[in-house]
């Protein structure tokens, strides 16, 4: 092989890869997307509507803000309720995704909503995190990290599970027997 027809072939190569990396990129940017619009639109604001709260929402990217005053139900209660909506809710959306559509990119989509939209929204000690807030409105911390370690547990079983073509269980069984 020449030094030209070399060259082409390493050529196609890259472009192959290039390719590959801005599709998965645009995927990527859709997960992300999806994440923070099901967070705030689909159940902080959500869920201030149904509270009877003016409420307000915005998305961008990676990041998202949802408003709400004047609520029919007393403050601390509606805080408390819209704050953990959010992050439980997409939790369960990305794990209704991840386990309904076994060969689809919908399964990466319900991975990225509750690796990026759920548990860090949900670690008690993270300020800014919704869970913090829950906490600061008077939400039981303990009963914060415990739905935080339990729903964490969850979504790394998920995932070593997967990892294992699911061998992990049968070793446990094997072991407990």
């Not at 472009?15 to 997307?33: D, K």
């Not at 902080?44 to 709260?53: D, F, I, P, T």
């Not at 509750?114 to 913090?132: E, H, K, Q, T």
């Not at 415990?146 to 446990?172: A, D, R, Y």
Request: neutral net charge; charged residues 10%.
């Amino acid at each position: 092989m020449d030094i030209i027809q070399w060259v082409k072939n390493e050529i196609n190569k890259i472009s192959v890869v290039i390719i590959v990396i801005l599709v998965a990129s645009f995927l990527g940017y859709l997960s992300l997307q999806f994440g923070v619009t099901t967070h705030e639109l689909g159940f902080h604001y959500l869920v201030a509507k149904l509270l009877g709260c003016e409420a307000s929402a915005s998305t961008n990217l990676i990041t998202g803000s949802t408003s709400f005053e004047n609520c029919a139900i007393s403050e601390p209660i509606a805080s408390i309720l819209i704050a953990l909506a959010a992050p439980i809710g997409a939790f369960f959306v990305g794990m209704f995704l991840w386990q309904m559509h076994k060969d689809s990119v919908l399964r990466l989509i319900g991975l990225f909503v509750m690796i990026y939209s759920a548990i860090p929204s949900l670690y008690p000690s993270l300020i800014g995190s919704d869970m913090y807030f829950a906490i600061q409105q008077g939400f039981n911390p303990i009963v914060g990290w415990i739905i935080f370690s339990i729903l964490l547990g969850i979504l790394t079983w998920q995932l070593f599970n997967e990892i294992t073509e699911k061998q992990l269980l049968k070793i446990i069984k094997q072991r407990l027997k």
